[in-house]
């Protein structure tokens, strides 16, 4: 017999992918969506194994349907209306991964696909659970919350978040915008390690806005993994940190961390500082644009920093293989 692709999935309410370790598979898709019918027809139902519901009409009641360790799948279908979801969406049980398809193909960032707006006063996304995976999303930051926070106690946390677009906003032109993606924990040496890839952090934030970061983690983060970003500052604000990476055996490579210039009516951006390293992590081949060059890497402790680069805006270039402090 042959399965079709959809099939994969879904075949009379069972999971056929959980032969090959697959949980349930459940798809997300707005009423106000012009394929909203024809997706109900064709694809909505109940699995037998909990009698959950294989179609959702929001992000939030799919990840709900989830069971932790099944290894399930939720499947957002893209939209050019935001999901406002009015709440934080929870990723609280292990092995759940969270993707739009439509967002993925690009290098670095998503192709707007679906945009996650929590709505209301709160991160986009709050992670506690492990093996949890965030791909191929426009998310949208809500002044002093994070579009991302990733924490827990000991053995939380662990995942890979790829290929997402966080949009840093704060609402007023002097308030205070929190960033883009947080790893943090409350205790120390918690297994809170990530792989933080692939992603673009930007900041929307009105003039002269403070940013506490692109991407940041803690000293009490572990083996988080900050490969592949694009992080930029514009728009008159100022970004506290472009990556901050405290935690131990961590790495920090290939990211780009600039500042944006003066440029078709939008202001520059500045930061205090490019990338804030921690002991015990490895900086490597990394580039800068930093009108301040001297403060393009800052390092805290014991630190590995190896063919980094950092250019000024009249070009000149500094390398730097070791402690800049």
């Given amino acids: 017999m042959t399965i079709a692709p959809d099939?994969?999935?879904q075949f009379g309410g069972e999971p056929v992918g959980s032969m090959l370790g697959i949980g349930n598979v459940y798809y997300v898709i707005q009423t106000t969506h012009p394929q909203y019918s024809v997706f109900i027809r064709d694809r909505q139902g109940t699995y037998k194994n909990d009698d959950s519901a294989i179609v959702h009409t929001s992000i939030a009641s799919a990840l709900t349907a989830t069971v932790t360790k099944r290894n399930d799948y939720v499947i957002v279908m893209?939209?050019?209306?935001?999901?406002?979801?009015?709440?934080?969406?929870t990723m609280n049980k292990n092995n759940v991964h969270l993707i739009c398809p439509a967002g993925l193909g690009a290098p670095v960032g998503?192709?707007?696909g679906a945009t996650i707006d929590p709505n209301s006063s709160a991160h986009?996304?709050?992670i506690t659970a492990r093996g949890v995976e965030?791909?191929?999303?426009?998310?949208?930051?809500?002044a002093e919350y994070y579009c991302i926070s990733i924490s827990g106690v000991y053995g939380g946390g662990w995942g890979y978040i790829h290929h997402n677009d966080c949009a840093i906003t704060s609402t007023s032109s002097s308030g205070t915008a929190a960033g883009g993606i947080i790893v943090s924990s409350t205790d120390a040496g918690a297994g809170t390690s990530q792989t933080i890839a692939y992603n673009r952090v930007f900041t929307m934030a009105g003039t002269t806005a403070t940013v506490v970061g692109g991407i940041t983690a803690s000293y009490t983060?572990?083996?988080?993994?900050?490969?592949?970003?694009h992080v930029v500052v514009g728009n008159g604000c100022a970004m506290t940190f472009g990556i901050q990476n405290r935690g131990v055996m961590g790495i920090i490579a290939d990211n780009y961390v600039y500042e944006a210039a003066?440029?078709?009516?939008?202001s520059a951006g500045t930061l205090t500082v490019g990338i804030d390293v921690g002991e015990s992590v490895f900086c490597v081949n990394n580039s800068l644009s930093i009108a301040t060059t001297a403060n393009a890497i800052e390092t805290?402790?014991?630190?590995?920093?190896?063919?980094n680069y950092a250019g000024a805006p009249a070009g000149s270039i500094q390398v730097y293989t070791g402690s800049t402090t």
């Fill in 7 to 9: 099939q994969l999935f």
């Fill in 78 to 89: 893209p939209d050019t209306t935001d999901y406002d979801e009015d709440e934080t969406l």
């Fill in 110 to 112: 998503c192709m707007r």
């Fill in 124 to 126: 986009a996304i709050t």
């Fill in 134 to 142: 965030v791909a191929g999303f426009w998310i949208r930051g809500q």
């Fill in 221 to 229: 983060s572990a083996w988080l993994q900050v490969i592949g970003n």
């Fill in 262 to 266: 003066t440029s078709a009516g939008m």
């Fill in 300 to 307: 805290v402790g014991v630190d590995a920093c190896v063919e």
